[in-house]
């Protein structure tokens, strides 16, 4: 297969001339009240969240399957009909087509140019950066004959309008409830209700596709129900209006599915020619915004403003963090990942049709990681989310689980299912840490937060039996005030719980789960090895915010925290559980509201010890002979990985984690990249796979391994884990390696002969190198996160500027020179590196540094710092220019 994709400029954008050969191919386009996905031929879906489909809801194999598509029709004659988006009944317009695809950060154009019809047909589609809750196709048809064309077009578009759950529940019974509305431009259809058994309520969405020519003339004709657009044979790749050139008959247009078909009038264009014609797709709560509309987009030149200042806004988004390396494709690859935290943000886990679960919301986990980019990027407004983020937080150390768009819109549980991810505490913190590390505000330790509560406490092992939802969601005081606590409250609360919180070999328990969604049989007596490793490495960074903040300073805590820091006998399962226990006692259904202080220096002691006590426990129980660490029991208790037979069973998690959080002395982590190397790389594609192949299901541990064998999380190369693990690499000083896992994944991607994806980092790759789940994954941020921290180091320490770069030989293979820019301070800063020769020992070293031109100091670590009090007096107009030379 030809090349997918071919970059054209240094801002992402691209062409293909093969992507209409690739069904499950989709491209986003969103803004905050709209989303939309769009395949090569225009397949995909419209909505404003799950309630409010314009374009019916579809699935992955949907974009194959489905004869429901945005379509644009050419009625020439009786003999010469013509779809310009190639969605047709005639098998040989495909191959009469010459197709290409232009897109860009967020705009998707494509073009089909038919000689035997004569028409050059470009499509182009994006949703305004503006806000404006449309999704705009302009059409723009060419006659490239020697000879005056005349054809009659039509847009066609066919309307859900409604909840995606309707789609398989009382798909008939909702289209009664469809009142259509013939609008001058096109159609409106406003549902009497949103039917849901567990209570209807009104429906305020008004839906509409309109559309005009580009002298803002509208439709001579309109369509505005399926049934008459298609008759009866219902068949929307050969609908009877176009076919037949038949008017509407409109006798009963109510209850029906409704339709978006704009036929206008008969054109006649010169060879050479061209006409425009603009259809707009959308939704609104406010009926008078659609005028407004038709104002905004009206003329071929205000379409083509709106799509400039699109592309302005993502580029910038794109370029927050902007790296010129010596591979041009893998920096304009980069900006795609760059705007794959404001993707999830927009789209949640469940908007694009890999992500055909849930009913919108990120998640928790989603939550903090999307903060990681947003933080690199602008972390000072990313502050007061930080701080509400934390009203998530429970009592007991767990959490809501589903985060709304609306600020402080938090949900227990998407699907109403009681459970616990045993890893959410881990994300808070290291989120927040990156935070303080790049701006030093150590005063947001101290902002007050609310705690979230439902009716499920004790990490949802009880039930509050009083709560109603009229309590509220706000966890309260004995004599009903609502309390609030500081965000080191919440933090300690989140890791001390977790470590009394202990199965039977004195781990963390797995409960519902941990990162890896699919361990989810083993609530009962499962232990997560690896996420242990991490919240011992919380409590140590805990333990060392506390004395930046001051030894001598007083630390504000809610009077039933103290129970968790009470002396308890560290080998004891029965004391610990008996301990977490009492703490939950006295908190399951509120707090007294008293308050106690505690010594800053006495409190990191405890927390120290605590970790020191986890991590050499992990060591002396968990390293295995086979040369890796075991991260997992299951539910019969039994320990996951190791020699099983003749069989190997290994998981990466569980090595990244023991090796990010120091638990892997030198000597361990370096067999435990003999073992990966060994046992999960995967020579075809030069990636690691997430574990071994088991073989055998896990009953007791989880559904991962009733999944075939490569993908999603049973042995998938999961982009989320290389990446993870190639920080953890750098972190302790094997760049090389590093490298080789991290840049394995752009490979991937790049290689679109297997990929067969757009540019971005998708969720994971299965054995044939496939991309899948594209734009919405944690691990754009981390990717993103380790070149800008670890690759280059260029980071933020304690409100400071270090440069600390761990670039390797193979970054200067064409070359000296590669840079990154980025924001640090309000500042805006590009950062050069020089290589000189072959680094020594595979490690460059920094002999020299300018700034603006003047010579900086390196200081004993080799390290360049500059001090933010330096860095706040630099213009702020300017881009501040930092060379670094490298031998």
């Given at each position: 297969?030809?090349?997918?994709?071919?970059?054209?400029?240094?801002?992402?954008?691209f062409?293909?001339?093969?992507?209409?050969?690739?069904?499950?191919?989709?491209?986003?386009?969103?803004?905050?009240?709209?989303?939309?996905?769009?395949?090569?031929?225009?397949?995909?879906?419209i909505?404003?969240?799950?309630?409010?489909?314009?374009?019916?809801?579809?699935?992955?194999?949907?974009?194959?399957?489905?004869?429901?598509?945005?379509?644009?029709?050419?009625?020439?004659?009786?003999?010469?009909?013509?779809?310009?988006?190639?969605?047709?009944?005639?098998?040989?317009?495909?191959?009469?087509?010459?197709?290409?695809?232009?897109?860009?950060?967020?705009?998707?154009?494509?073009?089909r140019?038919?000689?035997?019809?004569?028409?050059?047909?470009?499509?182009?589609?994006?949703?305004?950066?503006?806000?404006?809750?449309?999704?705009?196709?302009?059409v723009?048809?060419?006659?490239?004959?020697?000879?005056?064309?005349s054809?009659?077009?039509?847009?066609?578009?066919?309307?859900?309008?409604?909840?995606?759950?309707?789609?398989?529940?009382?798909?008939?019974?909702?289209?009664?409830?469809?009142?259509?509305?013939l609008?001058k431009?096109?159609?409106?259809?406003?549902?009497?209700?949103?039917?849901?058994?567990?209570?209807?309520?009104?429906?305020?969405?008004?839906?509409?596709?309109?559309?005009?020519?580009?002298?803002?003339?509208?439709?001579?004709?309109?369509?505005?129900?399926?049934?008459?657009?298609?008759?009866?044979?219902?068949?929307?790749?050969?609908?009877?209006?176009?076919?037949?050139?038949i008017?509407?008959?409109?006798?009963?247009?109510?209850?029906?599915?409704?339709?978006?078909?704009?036929?206008?009038?008969?054109?006649?264009?010169?060879?050479?020619?061209?006409?425009?014609?603009?259809?707009?797709?959308?939704?609104?709560?406010?009926?008078?915004?659609?005028?407004?509309?038709?104002?905004?987009?009206?003329?071929?030149?205000?379409?083509?403003?709106?799509?400039?200042?699109?592309?302005?806004?993502?580029?910038?988004?794109?370029?927050?963090?902007?790296?010129?390396?010596q591979?041009?494709?893998?920096?304009?690859?980069?900006?795609?990942?760059?705007?794959?935290?404001?993707?999830?943000?927009?789209?949640?886990?469940?908007?694009?049709?890999d992500?055909?679960?849930?009913?919108g919301?990120?998640?928790?986990?989603?939550?903090?990681?999307?903060?990681?980019?947003?933080?690199?990027?602008?972390?000072?407004?990313?502050?007061?989310?930080?701080?509400?983020?934390?009203?998530?937080?429970?009592?007991?150390?767990?959490?809501?689980?589903?985060?709304?768009?609306?600020?402080?819109?938090f949900?227990?549980?998407?699907?109403?299912?009681s459970?616990?991810?045993?890893?959410?505490?881990?994300?808070?913190?290291?989120?927040?840490?990156?935070?303080?590390?790049?701006?030093?505000?150590?005063?947001?330790?101290?902002?007050?937060?609310?705690?979230?509560?439902?009716?499920?406490?004790?990490?949802?092992?009880g039930?509050?039996?009083?709560?109603?939802?009229?309590?509220?969601?706000?966890?309260?005081?004995?004599?009903?005030?609502?309390?609030?606590g500081?965000?080191?409250?919440?933090?300690?609360?989140?890791?001390l719980?977790?470590?009394?919180?202990?199965?039977?070999?004195?781990?963390?328990?797995?409960?519902?789960?941990?990162?890896?969604?699919?361990?989810?049989m083993?609530?009962?007596?499962?232990e997560?090895?690896?996420?242990?490793?991490?919240?011992?490495?919380?409590?140590?960074?805990?333990a060392?915010?506390?004395?930046?903040?001051?030894?001598?300073?007083?630390?504000?805590l809610?009077?039933?925290?103290?129970?968790?820091?009470?002396?308890?006998?560290?080998?004891?399962?029965?004391?610990?559980?008996?301990?977490?226990?009492?703490?939950?006692?006295?908190?399951?259904?509120?707090?007294s509201?008293?308050?106690?202080?505690?010594?800053?220096?006495?409190?990191?002691?405890?927390?120290?010890?605590?970790?020191?006590?986890?991590?050499?426990?992990?060591?002396?129980?968990?390293?295995?002979k086979?040369?890796?660490?075991?991260?997992?029991?299951?539910?019969?208790?039994?320990?996951?990985?190791?020699?099983?037979?003749?069989?190997?069973?290994?998981?990466?998690?569980?090595?990244?984690?023991?090796?990010?959080?120091?638990?892997?002395?030198?000597?361990?982590?370096?067999?435990?990249?003999?073992?990966?190397?060994?046992?999960?790389?995967?020579?075809?594609?030069g990636?690691?796979?997430?574990?071994?192949?088991?073989?055998?299901?896990?009953?007791?541990?989880?559904?991962?391994?009733?999944?075939?064998?490569?993908?999603?999380?049973?042995?998938?190369?999961?982009?989320?884990?290389?990446?993870?693990?190639?920080?953890?690499?750098?972190?302790?000083?094997?760049?090389?390696?590093?490298?080789?896992?991290?840049?394995?994944?752009y490979?991937?991607?790049?290689?679109?002969?297997?990929?067969?994806?757009?540019?971005?980092?998708?969720?994971?790759?299965?054995?044939?190198?496939?991309?899948?789940?594209?734009?919405?994954?944690?691990?754009?941020?981390?990717?993103?996160?380790?070149?800008?921290?670890?690759?280059?180091?260029?980071?933020?320490?304690?409100g400071?500027?270090?440069?600390?770069?761990?670039?390797?030989?193979?970054?200067?293979?064409?070359?000296?020179?590669?840079?990154?820019?980025?924001?640090?301070?309000?500042?805006?800063?590009?950062?050069?590196?020089?290589g000189?020769?072959?680094?020594?020992?595979?490690?460059?070293?920094?002999?020299?540094?300018?700034?603006?031109?003047r010579?900086?100091?390196?200081?004993?670590?080799?390290?360049?710092?500059?001090?933010?009090?330096?860095?706040?007096v630099?213009?702020?107009?300017?881009?501040?220019?930092?060379?670094?030379?490298?031998?």
């Amino acid at each position: 297969m030809e090349k997918l994709w071919s970059f054209t400029d240094s801002s992402g954008s691209f062409y293909s001339l093969c992507a209409d050969k690739i069904k499950s191919l989709y491209f986003p386009l969103a803004n905050d009240r709209i989303m939309s996905s769009l395949t090569p031929d225009l397949h995909g879906d419209i909505k404003g969240g799950q309630s409010s489909f314009l374009l019916a809801p579809v699935s992955r194999i949907d974009l194959a399957n489905l004869r429901s598509s945005r379509n644009f029709w050419i009625y020439i004659n009786e003999r010469k009909i013509w779809s310009a988006t190639g969605v047709s009944k005639d098998s040989r317009q495909r191959k009469r087509d010459k197709f290409r695809l232009e897109a860009g950060l967020l705009w998707h154009k494509i073009s089909r140019r038919n000689k035997a019809i004569g028409i050059n047909a470009e499509v182009l589609s994006f949703v305004p950066a503006t806000g404006e809750p449309v999704e705009i196709m302009q059409v723009t048809l060419t006659n490239i004959s020697r000879k005056p064309v005349s054809f009659v077009p039509t847009a066609a578009i066919p309307m859900y309008n409604r909840p995606a759950n309707n789609i398989r529940d009382h798909r008939h019974v909702t289209s009664l409830l469809q009142r259509v509305v013939l609008h001058k431009f096109g159609v409106i259809s406003r549902p009497t209700l949103v039917f849901d058994e567990s209570g209807h309520r009104p429906n305020r969405d008004n839906y509409f596709v309109l559309g005009w020519d580009e002298n803002s003339l509208p439709a001579q004709r309109i369509y505005p129900t399926q049934d008459v657009f298609c008759g009866d044979s219902g068949d929307l790749e050969e609908p009877e209006a176009v076919f037949k050139n038949i008017s509407p008959r409109l006798n009963n247009i109510q209850g029906r599915e409704a339709m978006g078909a704009l036929s206008f009038r008969r054109a006649s264009l010169r060879p050479g020619q061209s006409k425009i014609y603009t259809v707009i797709m959308g939704l609104t709560q406010e009926p008078g915004e659609i005028s407004k509309l038709i104002s905004k987009f009206n003329r071929p030149h205000k379409v083509l403003h709106a799509l400039q200042k699109n592309k302005i806004f993502w580029n910038k988004l794109s370029g927050g963090v902007n790296i010129v390396t010596q591979d041009r494709d893998f920096d304009n690859w980069l900006r795609w990942v760059n705007i794959q935290p404001v993707l999830r943000k927009l789209f949640g886990c469940s908007f694009l049709p890999d992500f055909d679960y849930g009913k919108g919301g990120r998640g928790w986990r989603d939550l903090w990681q999307d903060c990681l980019g947003l933080i690199i990027n602008d972390p000072e407004k990313v502050r007061p989310f930080l701080i509400n983020n934390f009203c998530g937080v429970k009592i007991d150390g767990s959490n809501a689980t589903i985060i709304g768009k609306a600020p402080g819109e938090f949900i227990a549980d998407r699907n109403n299912i009681s459970r616990v991810w045993m890893d959410h505490g881990i994300w808070p913190l290291l989120t927040l840490d990156l935070y303080i590390n790049e701006t030093a505000d150590f005063k947001i330790l101290f902002e007050q937060a609310t705690y979230f509560y439902n009716h499920e406490i004790r990490r949802t092992a009880g039930i509050d039996y009083n709560w109603t939802p009229a309590y509220g969601n706000k966890l309260k005081t004995g004599c009903g005030k609502i309390y609030s606590g500081s965000i080191l409250e919440h933090l300690l609360i989140q890791n001390l719980v977790q470590f009394y919180n202990v199965g039977a070999h004195n781990h963390i328990r797995l409960e519902g789960a941990d990162w890896n969604d699919g361990l989810d049989m083993a609530k009962e007596n499962g232990e997560s090895v690896a996420f242990s490793a991490m919240y011992a490495q919380n409590l140590e960074t805990l333990a060392a915010l506390l004395l930046k903040i001051g030894k001598n300073s007083r630390i504000e805590l809610a009077e039933e925290v103290r129970i968790l820091l009470s002396k308890v006998n560290y080998e004891s399962v029965s004391s610990k559980r008996k301990l977490l226990d009492r703490y939950f006692s006295k908190i399951s259904v509120s707090l007294s509201g008293k308050k106690v202080y505690l010594d800053a220096a006495q409190l990191a002691a405890d927390l120290r010890a605590k970790s020191c006590w986890m991590k050499q426990h992990i060591r002396s129980t968990e390293w295995l002979k086979e040369g890796f660490f075991n991260g997992y029991y299951d539910n019969l208790k039994k320990r996951l990985e190791g020699k099983k037979g003749r069989r190997i069973q290994m998981t990466l998690t569980a090595q990244t984690f023991a090796v990010m959080s120091g638990i892997a002395l030198p000597w361990q982590v370096r067999r435990i990249l003999q073992n990966v190397n060994k046992y999960l790389f995967d020579k075809q594609t030069g990636s690691i796979h997430l574990n071994t192949d088991f073989k055998q299901e896990q009953p007791e541990l989880g559904r991962a391994f009733s999944f075939s064998y490569g993908e999603k999380e049973n042995g998938a190369i999961f982009s989320h884990m290389v990446v993870m693990f190639s920080y953890a690499l750098y972190k302790q000083g094997y760049a090389s390696d590093a490298w080789r896992s991290l840049s394995s994944l752009y490979k991937m991607a790049s290689h679109t002969s297997r990929s067969k994806v757009y540019p971005c980092l998708p969720e994971y790759f299965n054995l044939e190198g496939r991309g899948m789940y594209s734009y919405l994954t944690g691990s754009a941020s981390w990717f993103i996160l380790t070149m800008l921290t670890q690759v280059f180091g260029v980071k933020g320490e304690d409100g400071d500027l270090v440069i600390e770069p761990k670039l390797s030989a193979e970054h200067f293979r064409k070359n000296n020179s590669i840079s990154i820019e980025r924001t640090f301070a309000g500042k805006r800063i590009r950062v050069k590196f020089l290589g000189f020769g072959k680094p020594t020992q595979g490690k460059y070293k920094i002999i020299k540094a300018c700034f603006n031109s003047r010579n900086l100091p390196i200081d004993k670590r080799g390290h360049l710092v500059f001090k933010r009090e330096a860095m706040l007096v630099l213009p702020a107009d300017r881009l501040n220019q930092i060379e670094v030379h490298l031998a």
